[in-house]
Each structure stands twice: as structure tokens, then as C-alpha cells.
């Protein structure tokens, strides 16, 4: 079995080895930041923008990363290519660090740094072709006047609460709504629906900017779809066409059934198989080289 290495505080180490103190806010309090990034045919896919949310999310909380962007770019390139990966699931962590049991950051003075890559298959499995069952749950997502959804922090219990209920009925996702009842996103997933050739999706004050998400819409208007981002109801989605899901581990993922209520034809719409065609193609052939010797477009393998 493949034991990957794993960065941690200035150096590669062999997962097993990998350590941190019981006394770090990151595992105390869930006080950092992370992201989930994708490799495909040997390119990161968005590093710039996921980077640059990373860095976001950590000013939000107030936490420096002792790093440079550029500096974490290619820690992330690195941490590939000591894994000797093309295709990939990568996560770096930026933690609080070692403080005591009290709650003051003041007491942590340098920030743990972790950063994960390792082989990732599809989410989903044979899914893609079936569609997903999704559900409504009853725990509301962080309010922006709380935690803001477009923090990505280590505390991820809003979701994870949601993502029991989801368990407990079965299904493979479920829908949050905000405490206005918008939809605001999935647990792990930014939504969108299609009503009558447009593409629809909420707006991200209630819900995390998705790289994906972003990636999604540019890749929808490239290929003469419309797109509106607006306020959507559990209405607007069990009166929808079609209904999708994104985010950096599932891609884009149909739904074919919502609250026992069936999507459109009940399988996979003609819009979202375009937009899936399309997303393949560009995390195939666009990112950031993880060995620069390689030409500019590589072959897919």
C-alpha cells in the first residue's frame, strides 16, 4: 500500500510520521483554514484562485500563513511531485498552532502548516450516469452575521451535522437553506438548477465561493448557456429542469431526484452532460504544470 509524504512545518514526512500537538487550536478549537484542490493529467486546476481564497479565508480569521502565494503555489506543485502524482486530491491546512487549553490566539505563536495530496477517484462513482438523490435538511447554514460561509475554516459541524441527516434518510446530498429559507448550497456542494435553458444558481453571500462553481459558470456562457445568479426556493427546485451539483471533489455531479420528488426526466439533463463535457476538457487541458518539463498540453491518458 502507497504511504504518501505528507508536508508538515517545513518538510516532507512519510504520512504515518505525521504529528501535531493535542494543543493546537487547529484540532482544539477548529481554528484554520484549508482548501481542496484537484490535479488533473498532470495540472492543478485553479491554483491561482484557490490560493487566493486560502489566503482570504485566513485574513478573515486573522491568522498570517508564514508564507508567501507564490511560496504556497509551489509548495503545492512540490507536494505532487514528491507523491509522484498527475491526477490528484490536494489539501493544504494552515492551523492556528500550539497555544494552551484557553481560547486566546495571542498564546499561539506559530501556525501549523499541513499540506496532503493523494490519489482521488470519481466521488460519485457510476453516479455521473445515474444521478444523485438529494434531501432537504433541516440544519440551516451559517449565517454571515456568525461564521461566514465563505470562510473556509476547519470547523466544518454545520455541515457535518447536515450531512448526518442526509445519511439518516439515505440519500447522497443533502440542500441547505439559509435562516430565510433560500437555498444557500449542499454540504460539501454549490447548487444549480436549469429552468428552461437557463442556468441558475444562488448567490454566494449565503454559501462558499466555489472555484469549481466560478469555473462552471465561465465554462456555461462559453458554450451559449445563460446564466443567472439569483435567490432560489425548494419551489424553484422541484419545479426545475434539471438540477447539478459542484464543488472541487465532486466536479459536477447530476441530480435526478429531490425530497422523493423526481428532476425533470428523472436522469441526467442535455444541459448538464454539456457542461460536464465541457468541464472535463478544460481540467484536462488547463492549470498550472506540476513537472514543467512536460509540453504545454500533454496527453490525456
Not at 444521478?131 to 457535518?160: F, M, Q
Not at 435562516?179 to 444557500?184: I, R, T
Amino acid at each position: 500500500m502507497t504511504e504518501y509524504k505528507v508536508w508538515l512545518n517545513g518538510k516532507f514526512v512519510p504520512e504515518s510520521e505525521a504529528r501535531i500537538s493535542v494543543y493546537d487550536h487547529g484540532f482544539l478549537y477548529g481554528d484554520g483554514v484549508f482548501e481542496g484542490i484537484r490535479a488533473y493529467n498532470g495540472r492543478i486546476f485553479r491554483l491561482e484562485d484557490h490560493v487566493d481564497r486560502l489566503y482570504e479565508s485566513a485574513k478573515a480569521i486573522n491568522l498570517e500563513i508564514p508564507m508567501t502565494k507564490a511560496e504556497m503555489a509551489e509548495l503545492l506543485l512540490e507536494a505532487c511531485r514528491v507523491n509522484n502524482l498527475r491526477n490528484a486530491y490536494i489539501r493544504p491546512i494552515v492551523a492556528r498552532g500550539v497555544g494552551d487549553l484557553g481560547l486566546d490566539p495571542r498564546k499561539c505563536k506559530t501556525p501549523t502548516v499541513v499540506v496532503l495530496a493523494r490519489e482521488f477517484g470519481a466521488l460519485y462513482g457510476d453516479k455521473y450516469e445515474k444521478g444523485l438523490k438529494l434531501c432537504t435538511v433541516s440544519v440551516r447554514r451559517n449565517s454571515p452575521n456568525s461564521v461566514s460561509p465563505n470562510i473556509k475554516s476547519l470547523n466544518y459541524l454545520n455541515n457535518i451535522l447536515a450531512r448526518i441527516e442526509v445519511n439518516a434518510q439515505g440519500m447522497d446530498e443533502g440542500i441547505m437553506l439559509d435562516l430565510n429559507g433560500f437555498v444557500s448550497e449542499a454540504t460539501a456542494d454549490n447548487i444549480f438548477l436549469v429552468k428552461k435553458g437557463v442556468v441558475v444558481t444562488p448567490p454566494t453571500y449565503n454559501s462558499l465561493k466555489g472555484i469549481t462553481r466560478a469555473a462552471v459558470i465561465e465554462i456555461a456562457r462559453e458554450l451559449g448557456h445563460p446564466v443567472e445568479e439569483q435567490p432560489i426556493t425548494m419551489f424553484d427546485v422541484y419545479s426545475a429542469d434539471e438540477v447539478f451539483i459542484t464543488g472541487t471533489a465532486a466536479e459536477i455531479a447530476p441530480c435526478v431526484e429531490v425530497d422523493h420528488r423526481v428532476v425533470g426526466e428523472g436522469k441526467p439533463g442535455r444541459v448538464t452532460k454539456h457542461l460536464i463535457e465541457g468541464f472535463r476538457r478544460v481540467t484536462t487541458t488547463t492549470g498550472a504544470p506540476i513537472f514543467p518539463t512536460e509540453t504545454a498540453h500533454p496527453k490525456v491518458k
